[in-house]
Structures are given as C-alpha cells and as structure tokens.
C-alpha cells in the first residue's frame, strides 16, 4: 500500500511539474528610459486603460493554478481575434486599443493584460514589451515578471514560454511603476526583478 501511495504521489507531481513551465528563471534587465512607442502614446492620450502611475509590486508569487490561467488567457485572446493590421483596420499604422474581435499585436497584448489583472495580476508584473522578430520586424507582446522568472505571452504563439528561450530581440518594456514609460533592456538576468 505505501509503494502504491508513493507510485501516485510520484504521478502526481509530474503532472503538477508537465503543468509548470519550465523555468530557467530569468528575468529582463532594464536600463535607461527609452522612447514609448507612438501608438501607444496616443493610445494614453485617448485615456488607455494601461497608462499612468502604478505601484510597483514584486514578481507574482505561481503556482500551478495561476499558471494554467496564465496558459488559458494567451490562448484564449489568441483564439478570440482575429489578426488584422492596423492600416487595414484603421487606416493608419499604428492605433492601439483593447479589441472585441480583431487587432494587431499591440491589441492581443492590450486585452491580455486586461486579462491577466482581471485574474489578480498587478500592472507592474505584466509589462507591455517592444520585441525584434528574427525577420527584423518590431512587435509587442505582454511579460508577466514572476517569482520563476520572465514569460512572454504572444500573439504568433499559444506557448507561454520563459524569456530565455525565445529568439526576439526584446528592446523595451513599461516601467513598473508607470506605465507611459518604457525602459530599454539590456539583456537578461539571473538576478530576480525587484518589481
């Protein structure tokens, strides 16, 4: 009977570990201020949800529950909209706003965060972040900064993935506490985010 206990609570772990994301707990480092980029300028100049002071808070604390809203609300944004770019949409080439049905990436990121602290997360730990793409193209995406490390939710992909594995070149993301200005990134660190 102990054997048998010991066997399921074995089982039970690995599923609890194949549900965590692997992490090789690393987070961005941030330097000095950088450009916002325009369009979400004009965004908070239209009164944006995502704009202003914030309190900057320490990484959110994860667990297996947490993660897997996490993991629900990337993919469930990225099923919900439709991909459309804004010069399509709107005609122009940027304008950022929360959408109901399509957007681009800045739009995924924008309903993701409203997403997330909806479900409890603080604005200081869901940073929007300005990305290079391999292609040399700029994105947006959302970071959630956690106790495990910095993950990327994306529009291009329904993994939640560390920081460290993915192959952008991350140039910029909100400041924690204000979220009209934008920090460059140096790099990544091993050293956790302080928030």
């Not at 900057?56 to 609300?73: F, H, L, N, Q, T």
């Amino acid at each position: 009977m102990k054997f048998e206990m010991r066997i399921a609570a074995a089982a039970i772990v690995a599923v609890i570990a194949a549900s965590v994301p692997a992490s090789g707990k690393t987070w961005l480092k941030t330097g000095g201020v950088s450009k916002t980029p325009f369009g979400h300028y004009e965004y908070c100049k239209r009164g944006g949800r995502h704009c202003g002071s914030q309190s900057a808070v320490a990484p959110a604390k994860m667990s297996e529950s947490r993660w897997a809203k996490v993991r629900r609300i990337n993919t469930a944004v990225n099923k919900q909209i439709k991909p459309v770019l804004d010069i399509n949409s709107r005609g122009v080439n940027e304008y950022w706003e929360i959408p109901k049905s399509q957007g681009d990436c800045e739009d995924y990121a924008l309903l993701k965060r409203s997403r997330m602290m909806a479900a409890g997360f603080k604005g200081s730990q869901l940073p929007l972040t300005k990305v290079r793409l391999p292609n040399g193209q700029a994105h947006i995406v959302l970071v959630v900064r956690t106790n495990q490390g910095d993950y990327m939710l994306d529009n291009l992909s329904n993994r939640v993935q560390p920081v460290s594995k993915v192959r952008y070149r991350f140039l910029s993301m909100q400041a924690s506490n204000n979220a009209n200005n934008w920090l460059t990134i140096r790099g990544k660190t091993r050293t956790a985010a302080l928030h």
